[in-house]
Structures are given as C-alpha cells and as structure tokens.
C-alpha cells in the first residue's frame, strides 16, 4: 500500500488540530488549579517580536484549512483572527477541523502536480500540490503548532511529548 497525497495531509492536519484542542484543554486546567487567568496564557509569546499563543493558534488554523483548500483546489473559509479567548480559539479549532473533514480524498489524490501560487506581500510562490503540502505547508502549519505547545510549556503547563504527539488519547487510562 503506497501512501497518497491526502492521507499525509488532511488527517495529518486534523489530528494535530485536535492534539492542540487538548494543549488548551490541559493548560484550562492547569490555569483553574493554580488561580491563573486564561488571558495570560492567550498573551503569552516565546519573545520578544513573537506571535502571542492566541495569534498562533490562528495561524496553525491558517495554515490547516489553507493547505487542505490548496490541495483539494476549494476555497478556505474566512475567517477573521478576532479570537481571544479560550472558548473562542476552540471554536475556531473545531470548524477548521470541520472544514477539513468534508475535504473528499478524491479532490485530493491524484493532484499532486495541481499548480499552487502561494501569493506573498513581496512575491508568489509556485508550487506542485506535493511540493507545496512537504516544503510549505506542512512544515509551516507544525511550526505554529509545535510554537503554541511551547508556549504553554514556558508558562508551566504541564505538558509532555506525548500530549504533542498523541493529544487526548495521551491522557486516557
């Protein structure tokens, strides 16, 4: 059995959507055990000039339903970065999640040479719908991902390697 250009995208993008739900999840929890407000893990940034964990989230859902709308050739929906809080942020998780769920394998595989501009402020990027999903996408939306993991990681959240790799199903008995 060879792999296709869907099943190492669309699920791929869709569990880790999921494994970042339970990041917040766990960080909630970790937040009402220690009196801490919410606001200030949705505040927080690696450093100076970085995204806060709140932007960051938007972006790995950028990044997600963008890369799944490229390569099944479908428009993202919009979405308008106004996101907050907690609850707001899940939300906005859970219907990027949806959209990518209604992606069909179909629009995907066999796609892998689909011609992808990625227009830029400064440029276009041209890609193949496999170049761009390995070379752009994936590495783009797992860097906003891994980010807001560390980010709840710097602020005490108990967070382990696991929780990053295997979300809820790291927590079951």
Same mark, same amino acid.
């Given at each position: ?8 995208? !669309?699920? /791929?993008? !869709?569990?880790?959507?999921?494994? %970042? ?14 009196? /801490? ?36 050739? /479908? ?14 942020? *899940? *939300?906005? !998780? ?8 209604? !992606? ?6 066999? #796609? ?20 761009? %999903? ?9 860097? #906003? /991902? ?10 005490? *959240?108990? %967070? ?14």
């Amino acid at each position: 059995m060879s792999l296709s250009l869907y099943d190492v995208s !669309i699920p /791929v993008y !869709i569990r880790m959507l999921g494994n %970042l739900a339970h990041f917040l999840d766990k960080a909630e929890a970790h937040a009402n055990e220690g009196g /801490v407000d919410l606001k200030t893990y949705a505040d927080a940034s690696l450093g100076h000039g970085m995204f806060p964990l709140a932007r960051q989230i938007q972006l790995a859902s950028d990044a997600a339903k963008g890369g799944g709308a490229r390569l099944a050739g /479908v428009e993202a929906p919009a979405m308008p970065d106004t996101e907050t809080t907690f609850p707001e942020l *899940v *939300v906005r !998780i859970q219907k990027t999640m949806a959209f990518l769920e209604g !992606i069909k394998r179909e629009d995907v595989d066999g #796609h892998e040479d689909r011609h992808i501009e990625l227009k830029m402020p400064t440029r276009t990027l041209e890609f193949t719908g496999l170049s761009f %999903l390995t070379t752009f996408s994936l590495p783009n939306f797992l860097f #906003h /991902v891994t980010t807001a993991y560390a980010i709840l990681r710097s602020q005490g *959240v108990p %967070l382990g390697k696991m929780d990053y790799l295997a979300g809820a199903a790291a927590s079951a008995g």
